[in-house]
């Protein structure tokens, strides 16, 4: 159950911290490195990006070796935090040549989960296949600020 807690605070934190548009006095930590795969171009540009579905919006969780990962969407901008760690990255998320795409920068340099391909995603789950290391991930979406009371199917023991 402390598990749980730790994830619903990081997963409220970290829609906290994607949900602000940066126009105050702070300087929004995905406003410091542009995402070229995600950020939109000029109207002619063909394969321009654009927002992530409204079915990315929103808290996911999953766990790996241990720790709780949670990715969060708001709009086109995308957070993911993982328990345990310092480990944190943001960015975007959206649209590009017909693919959902996620484009993350983190501060310790990580690229484990730097560029990632939505493989599908419903109302429940969403499957990421990660170019780093980490590889595909499947996420639970958290609703409203709660965790989903059943684990992703690959973290059930036989």
Avoid at 17 to 36: D, R
Avoid at 48 to 55: K, L, M, P, V, Y
Avoid at 130 to 155: D, N, R, V
Wanted: hydrophobic share 30%; aromatic share 4%; proline share 4%.
């Amino acid at each position: 159950m402390r598990t749980v807690a730790v994830a619903a605070g990081l997963a409220g934190a970290l829609a906290a911290l994607t949900a602000c548009s940066g126009g105050g006095g702070g300087k929004s930590a995905s406003s410091s490195t542009p995402h070229a795969g995600v950020t939109p171009t000029s109207s002619s540009g063909s394969k321009a990006a654009t927002g992530a579905s409204a079915e990315l919006q929103g808290s996911w969780i999953t766990t790996s070796g241990g720790k709780i990962v949670a990715l969060v969407i708001t709009q086109k901008k995308a957070g993911l935090f993982v328990t345990g760690s310092k480990s944190w990255c943001s960015g975007a998320a959206g649209r590009k040549a017909g693919k959902q795409m996620i484009h993350l920068t983190c501060p310790d340099g990580s690229k484990d989960r730097a560029t990632g391909r939505v493989d599908s995603v419903d109302a429940k789950s969403l499957k990421v296949t990660w170019s780093g290391k980490t590889g595909q991930e499947t996420y639970t979406k958290a609703e409203g600020g709660t965790l989903p009371t059943k684990p992703p199917g690959h973290l059930k023991k036989n």
